[in-house]
């Protein structure tokens, strides 16, 4: 009994749900109008921020070692949606970076992001700062140099 109920409910399924197209193609139904507006909506769901800093490279020069030193970079939102820079870290504790996280820089707005060195080391140095943020490519990249001198070494 169970059976002849499956086999009456899935007839009747198939029944109900059949496609009767009638002889028309699917796709001769689409109008190009609504294909050319969903392109146009969903290049604007894509949208990103674009991080540009004024540089990307700074070079402290010869400082003794020990010292610390700091430099500000700063940056500009140039995408077309908010800008959010969720992390900033470097290749070394050595190297701090102090930036405004999780808070929401708008299109043209500015930001700053400070990187504390402190000068330890010898010879020439070089530090990574990587920066996670809502871009299109999720991380930037900024870098500081230095020659750190040693008593040995200083001039």
Do not use: W
């Not at 504790?93 to 043209?108: A, F, L, M, R």
């Not at 330890?120 to 990249?141: C, D, L, P, W, Y």
């Amino acid at each position: 009994m169970k059976k002849g109920i499956l086999l009456i409910a899935a007839v009747g399924t198939m029944f109900f749900t059949s496609c009767k197209d009638g002889g028309n193609n699917a796709s001769e139904k689409v109008k190009a109008e609504n294909v050319d507006a969903a392109a146009a909506r969903d290049s604007k769901a894509t949208v990103y921020p674009e991080l540009s800093f004024d540089e990307t490279e700074f070079d402290f020069g010869n400082i003794p070692q020990g010292n610390p030193v700091e430099h500000v970079f700063t940056f500009t939102n140039t995408g077309r949606a908010p800008l959010v820079i969720t992390n900033a870290k470097s290749t070394c504790g050595c190297t701090v970076p102090d930036y405004h996280k999780n808070e929401s820089i708008e299109p043209g707005e500015t930001g700053e992001i400070r990187v504390k060195f402190n000068g330890s080391g010898r010879g020439q140095v070089q530090k990574t700062v990587t920066i996670s943020a809502n871009t299109e490519n999720g991380q930037e990249r900024i870098k500081i140099k230095a020659f750190v001198e040693t008593p040995e070494n200083a001039s």
